[in-house]
């Protein structure tokens, strides 16, 4: 089982749109939860990361992590064609090293 | 505030030759990780530097190899290219501490020909 799944099938949704994504984990020692955003080409920008079960949000992203489900989800607010990219999920738990998700494309219609 | 740079941007080696990519960290960062990313997949961790040592190491062959430097910069090495090492690799900084929140860089994609 890997540690981090995360679906990669692409997601389209029209501009405007609530965009949802998820990974779930195995590994109950995680305690941080981040997400990645990553342009074609570019590295990935870290959009936020939370600790502790619960929301959080930064504008328009709303991150929210349930610990005993083992369950993380990250929701987009009014999409709009520029947050078309891969999101990528990455978990730590103290080992120096992140674990990523594969990453969920995501494309915002005009 | 200057964040993470790599250098070359992306570059062409043959099957058996060797390569050197390299990395300057976020300005204040004393922590260096390299992560190499295949095509539809997500990163995997190859090592932390730190204080001029190794300090993890992922699951990769010896044939690749690190360095940091007093600067704080940092260099992959990777010997005897095999053309699965195609990818693009990503250097990440952090502080000491901290290694949860990691900022990456623009990343080398390499082609193995």
């Known amino acids: 089982q890997k540690e981090v799944e995360q679906d990669p099938g692409p997601l389209s949704v029209p501009e405007g749109a609530i965009v949802s994504l998820n990974c779930t984990y195995s590994?109950?020692?995680?305690?941080?939860f981040m997400w990645y955003r990553q342009y074609s080409r570019k590295g990935p920008e870290l959009l936020m990361y939370?600790?502790?079960?619960g929301n959080k949000e930064d504008g328009r992203f709303t991150a929210q992590v349930d610990k005993s489900s083992k369950y993380i989800s990250l929701f987009i607010r009014d999409s709009q064609p520029s947050d078309s990219a891969t999101y990528l999920c990455a978990l730590y738990y103290g080992n120096n090293r992140l674990a990523f998700g594969k990453g969920n494309q995501v494309v915002v219609i005009p | 505030d200057a964040g993470v740079t790599q250098s070359p941007t992306h570059l062409i080696k043959t099957r058996g030759q060797q390569v050197t990519l390299r990395c300057s960290p976020k300005s204040g960062h004393d922590t260096v990780s390299w992560y190499q990313q295949a095509l539809g997949q997500g990163p995997q961790f190859i090592f932390q530097?730190?204080?001029?040592?190794?300090?993890q190491r992922g699951n990769f062959p010896d044939r690749f190899s690190g360095h940091q430097f007093p600067n704080y910069s940092s260099e992959l090495n990777v010997n005897a290219l095999l053309l699965g090492d195609s990818a693009l690799y990503l250097c990440?900084?952090?502080?000491?501490?901290?290694?949860?929140?990691?900022?990456f860089g623009p990343g080398t994609r390499l082609t193995v020909t």
């Open positions: 939370t600790y502790s079960s």
């Open positions: 530097y730190y204080e001029e040592e190794e300090r």
């Open positions: 990440a900084s952090s502080l000491q501490g901290s290694s949860y929140e990691q900022y």
């Open positions: 590994n109950s020692a995680f305690q941080y």
